[in-house]
């Protein structure tokens, strides 16, 4: 099993950064995942924010290119989300999760991020 959890969220204004830490545990946890940032806001799907690999390649949905930065450390088992100039629409419960193969299997319980104007 694989436990993934969340930290960093809160509340801040528009234009401001906040960074998202996950950190991973488990017996069957390994280094070699990819993993993934993903947000749900209310009402809507949850999707793609951003996917890293175990060798530091990244992939982000528009929407976040040039503000988000997804890292890792492979040596803690935590993986970052560097979220800079947010705006009001980046609301939403920030999830993360490992992948099994080429989709997510586990996910943490998810963090609040609400940007006001």
């Known amino acids: 099993q694989v436990q993934l959890v969340e930290s960093g969220g809160g509340f801040v204004q528009a234009g401001d950064s906040l960074r998202l830490s996950c950190a991973a545990s488990g017996r069957t946890f390994s280094s070699g995942y990819l993993m993934g940032w993903f947000r749900q806001a209310p009402g809507k799907e949850r999707e793609l924010v951003a996917t890293i690999t175990s060798g530091g390649s990244t992939n982000y949905a528009d929407s976040v290119k040039g503000r988000f930065t997804i890292s890792r450390d492979n040596a803690k088992n935590t993986v970052y989300l560097q979220m800079n100039s947010l705006k009001p629409e980046d609301t939403a419960l920030y999830y993360c999760?490992?992948?099994?193969?080429?989709?997510?299997?586990?996910w943490g319980q998810g963090t609040q991020v609400t940007v006001s104007l």
């Open positions: 999760s490992a992948y099994f193969g080429p989709l997510p299997k586990y």
